[in-house]
């Protein structure tokens, strides 16, 4: 196995800091018995009448469900452990769980479900819109383009195999939308955008800003639908989450172009302009870019960070849905960051070059990696082929950093 061979470098073995209880998301003390609210919320709180100890001599804390786990493990460095032995059972419990509620979750521009298992543990559902080897068409704009399901699961195994873990775990489902969705949900709105298609599909479109229509319903066949299964990470009335806009952000507009596309010195601005002028946010940032131009994604224009944690942790990547749109492509402004700072971790930089030689290829790794979820083949061959390509293209302009 090349992926276990990687985990194994001495590259993905080097020591985290020390984590203190003030680094930890949550403070728990693991004798103490917790209750689930279920308010619709994954909301828990402290039981502190309960007794110390469960009568089958276990601590409280091996009883909590893995997603609970999940959540009180995250600290100031890392969203899950590199040796994460929660992460199997995490992704087979999206995969597997059952579905006791479904609602459309509010905002963004396109159809997402919230999904709710038995033990409080809640998903975010992105449903299928397109096959594997459907290309984004090349007069789309990168802000009309579909999210897919499939971009959702790559990034979340690409992110880790990149050592980065700054994406919650996601695995592929295939869900019934009559039992595990149509008649479960008791979202009013989303119910009433439920049709059987002319084939006799059972379809479903939902309300969004963009593409909830019947011309672009989501279809089974006949009731059958893929889609990724994000573990969600803390309520935010537990864990606040500061959004960020990107400073590379682009212009979202159909002619305009961002500053940075237009003062080769932007960079120069950047790192005088908080939170950047200190710390490592400027390199984190550099990270999520080249994550983000080895997935073909444009569309990071916000990332988020715990409050908790102040300016000194890592950025969150989420929303990862407008990856792997096209293979035959790339999109060299992605690495803008890159090329006008000329700054990346020494860390990332010697990970890189490790995933472009011939026993950890990045493709074979990824492949092998996607190779266990539900949904495989989670990429079609010319996208793993393209992340080689990409690659090397990093590394060149690191290479062109460093002669300058």
């Known amino acids: 196995s090349k992926l276990a061979a ?13 984590v203190t209880e003030k680094d930890k998301l949550f403070v728990v003390n693991p004798m103490e018995k917790f209750s689930l609210h279920s308010s619709g919320s994954d909301e828990w709180v402290s039981s502190s009448k309960a007794e110390a100890l469960l009568p089958t001599g276990k601590t409280a804390y091996d009883t909590y469900p893995t997603w609970l786990k999940f959540h009180i493990g995250i600290n100031r460095y890392e ?7 929660l992460l199997p059972t995490l992704l087979r419990d999206l995969a597997t769980q059952r579905i006791v509620s479904s609602v459309q979750k509010s905002g963004g521009t396109q159809l997402k479900l ?5 033990n409080y543990g809640q998903a975010l559902f992105k449903p299928m819109k397109q096959t594997r080897d459907q290309e984004t068409p090349i007069d789309f704009f990168y802000f009309s383009d579909f999210e897919r399901h499939n971009a ?55 309300e969004c ?23 969600l990470l803390p309520d935010k009335t537990l864990a606040k989450r500061r959004s960020w806009r990107s400073p590379w952000r682009r212009s979202y507009h159909k002619s305009k172009k961002a500053e940075w596309e237009l003062n080769p010195n932007y960079c120069t601005q950047v790192r005088e302009t908080p939170p950047y002028d200190r710390g490592h946010r400027l390199l984190d940032l550099i990270d999520m870019a080249i994550l983000d131009f080895l997935m073909g994604n444009m569309d990071r224009h916000h990332y988020e960070t715990f409050e908790k944690f102040g300016n000194d942790t890592f950025l969150l990547h989420l929303d990862n849905g407008r990856g792997f749109g096209t293979h035959s492509r790339d999109e060299p402004s992605i690495l803008a960051p890159l ?66």
């Open 79 to 85: 969203l899950y452990p590199r040796r994460d032995p």
């Open 339 to 404: 090329q006008q700072c000329c700054s990346i971790k020494k860390s990332t930089y010697l990970r890189l070059q490790l995933l472009a030689t011939q026993p950890y290829r990045l493709s074979d790794v990824l492949r092998e990696a996607l190779a266990a979820d539900p949904l495989a083949p989670v990429l079609a061959e010319p996208h793993l082929q393209a992340l080689d390509r990409r690659l090397g293209k990093v590394l060149l302009a690191v290479g062109h950093c460093l002669a300058r």
């Open 6 to 18: 990687l985990f194994e470098h001495p590259l993905y073995n080097t020591p985290v800091p020390e």
């Open 152 to 206: 959702e699961i790559a990034a979340f195994h690409l992110d880790r195999i990149l050592d980065f873990r700054r994406i919650p775990p996601v695995s592929g489902r295939l869900v019934n939308i009559t039992k595990e969705i149509r008649d479960i949900t008791t979202d009013k709105k989303l119910a009433k955008t439920f049709f059987i298609s002319p084939a006799g599909n059972v379809c479903f479109y939902g």
């Open 209 to 231: 800003s963009y593409y909830c229509s019947t011309e672009h319903a989501l279809c089974g066949k006949p009731d059958r639908l893929e889609g990724s299964m994000a573990a």
């Open 114 to 118: 919230i999904m709710t298992f038995p």
